[in-house]
């Protein structure tokens, strides 16, 4: 099994709902929440696969503890070639339907433009939203969970992610 790491930074719980689901199913012992665990951008490059989760905040922002993070990794030219990446988070697709989860897009331009290779794209037919930074080649970068609005999907939303994850790792 490949050595994963799970960064997850929350407001509301749905991230670390997912971030929970994820360790469960791929055995991690730890999930490293942003706010209190993080300590340096290095944490993550001990690890061959990252799940990388982040609620959406204001015009698309990601949770602002991954700010100061993805700054170094950008001014510092953190390499992170041979890395797989998936992405999850949650959005508000009716009260902020025009950057429904667009802090997955901002995680995945930080992580590929860096080298790393991104896995587990989101058909985005099942959803309703406005916009997204997070659609990338017409699917969505990652898992997109709307717990506000069609949390009767989550449950059958992050299962099937698993199991995308599964064939790509």
Known sequence: MANIGIFCATA???????AEALAEEFGVDE???????????????EYDVLFLG????????????????????KSDAVDFSGKKVAFFGAGDSVKHGEHFCSALGKLY???VSSGA???????????????????I?????????????????????IENWIEI???QI
């Open 165 to 167: 994850l599964k064939t």
């Open 12 to 18: 509301g719980g749905t991230s670390l709902k997912i």
């Open 117 to 135: 290779t991104p896995i587990g794209s989101v058909d985005k037919d099942d959803y309703t939203y406005e916009s997204s930074l997070a659609l």
């Open 54 to 73: 982040s609620s959406t905040w204001g015009q698309g922002d990601v949770h602002h503890s991954w700010v100061d993070p993805l700054f170094e990794i």
């Open 109 to 111: 331009e930080t992580f």
């Open 137 to 157: 080649d017409g699917k969505f970068c990652g898992l997109a969970i709307d717990e506000h609005n069609e949390s009767d999907k989550t449950q059958e939303r």
């Open 31 to 45: 999930i490293v929440n942003m706010e209190e665990d993080f300590d340096e951008v290095e944490q993550l490059l």
